[in-house]
């Protein structure tokens, strides 16, 4: 399979070259020249598999051309050992819970898929990679712990000195091994800065092999088209027609849910609910998209006022508004919405929400129709944001998981370093 470009659709490079990569060089996003469909038969036997077969099904679809059976059959399984249940919240409305992995948040599915996908390329031509990500909070977390023991990549995580919460910075501080945490005395957006500077330095680029991993990477992003499958496999109401609810920043997880529809997935429509930063919302109502500075709210993983995704949207729908629309409704929350919908869910269902989840209960609890199911994607395990859970649920009633607790426990281990670019090209330089 090869990829083209979101700018230049004649651009074709080979699966390698795009997860190397990231990035196209013409500041595109890579996108599959084709979408492979499923026959219906598929559908009809899905029940019947376990997630990690129907992930190798969906992974043959995108890299079966590019990695042998076996190879990318022992990569699915070993990036897929976690379960991603179909849980009832009310009579329609079912929690697709993302959160059984070891960082207990969505991003694991791609981080850990992508880190085996670059450490099956890098094996077969004895690279090192460095992977410099920078971080406020969630990503870098996932992007750590997927990386891991994974050989041949060292993973260089810059997060904000005093800006990311304890538990965030004890899931990347504590691991050791191939990943260094560097402690910028600064903002995100410095952090995000140096690990552009260093993509663009030439000197550095003639030395060492820099890659970054976040969701514009094709590896990251499109195996978690591999979950949506299994929400269908596992929603008990097959009679009626599903609705699909993602709480949305970048747009990552949205487009991969697309893909999914078009490779026949039986979903209905999606709904893309956000807190504040309303972006993607503006341009469902108006046609028109206006991005603009990301405001702070309490899903702050979807604070985001230039969604990186949406251009892969507009290219898997050729840029026209009213076939988006038919299948994408749009939804917005306040934070005093957020905090309703979690204590009502707490107390009328004794299920317990995560501020991102919440916008996609809140939206299928408003939007679903007669003959409609709708499953929504919690993100995140709420005791990740105990703080803001904690407020509206009360004290001690947000259980913390073992694997949260353990991460607590490690020692923390960090380089300090200043915001100048010139301190953080001589680190580099050591390697
Ligand atoms: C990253 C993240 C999101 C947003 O996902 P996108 O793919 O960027 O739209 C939502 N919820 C949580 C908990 C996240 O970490």
Redesign the pocket.
């Known amino acids: 399979m090869r990829y083209y470009s979101t700018n230049n659709t004649d651009t074709r490079v080979t699966l390698e070259h795009a997860v190397i990569k990231g990035l196209a060089e013409d500041n595109g996003l890579y996108m599959p020249e084709f979408i492979d469909k499923f026959d219906k038969s598929f559908f009809e036997e899905i029940g019947n598999l376990s997630f990690q077969e129907i992930a190798f099904e969906v992974a043959k679809k995108f890299f079966g051309d590019d990695v042998e059976y076996d190879e990318l059959k022992a990569l699915v399984y070993d990036a897929i050992n976690f379960d991603c249940p179909v849980i009832a919240v009310n009579d329609n409305i079912y929690s697709l819970e993302l959160f059984h992995g070891p960082t207990l948040?969505?991003?694991d599915v791609g981080a850990r898929f992508m880190a085996r996908l670059l450490a099956y390329f890098l094996k077969q031509n004895d690279e090192i990679v460095h992977v410099l990500v920078a971080t406020s909070g969630?990503?870098g977390s996932a992007v750590a712990n997927g990386f891991l023991d994974v050989e041949g990549i060292q993973v260089h995580v810059l997060y904000p000195k005093g800006k990311v919460s304890a538990i965030q910075e004890s899931q990347f501080t504590t691991l050791g091994q191939n990943i260094t945490s560097l402690e910028i005395d600064g903002t995100f957006d410095d952090c995000q800065r140096l690990v552009k500077s260093a993509f663009l330095d030439e000197q550095l680029n003639g030395r060492l092999t820099l890659t970054s991993a976040n969701?514009i990477n094709v590896a990251r992003?499109l195996p978690?088209a591999f979950y949506y499958f299994n929400a269908f496999a596992r929603n008990p109401q097959k009679d009626k027609n599903l609705v699909i609810s993602?709480?949305?920043?970048?747009?990552?997880?949205?487009t991969a849910g697309l893909f999914a529809k078009r490779m026949g997935l039986p979903i209905s429509r999606f709904i893309a609910a956000n807190n504040r930063n309303d972006i993607v919302y503006n341009y469902l109502k108006t046609g028109k998209y206006a991005p603009k500075a990301s405001v702070q709210t309490i899903?702050n993983?979807?604070d985001?006022g230039d969604?990186s995704?949406f251009v892969r949207i507009l290219d898997l729908y050729e840029h026209s508004h009213s076939r988006i629309t038919a299948h994408i409704e749009g939804y917005t929350y306040t934070d005093q919405q957020i905090r309703d919908t979690i204590k009502h869910v707490y107390q009328k269902h004794n299920y317990l929400l995560?501020p991102?989840g919440a916008c996609g209960y809140q939206s299928l609890q408003e939007g679903l129709k007669e003959n409609e199911t709708g499953i929504f994607l919690e993100?995140?395990h709420p005791a990740?944001f105990t703080e803001t859970v904690e407020e509206v649920v009360g004290k001690g009633n947000v259980p913390i998981p073992e694997k949260l607790a353990e991460f607590m426990k490690g020692k923390k281990k960090s380089i300090a370093l200043s915001n100048e670019f010139n301190e953080f090209k001589e680190y580099l330089n050591k390697l």
């Open positions: 948040a969505f991003k969630d990503t969701s992003f978690q993602v709480p949305s920043g970048n747009f990552g997880n949205l899903a993983a979807m985001v969604p995704n995560d991102h993100t995140a990740k």
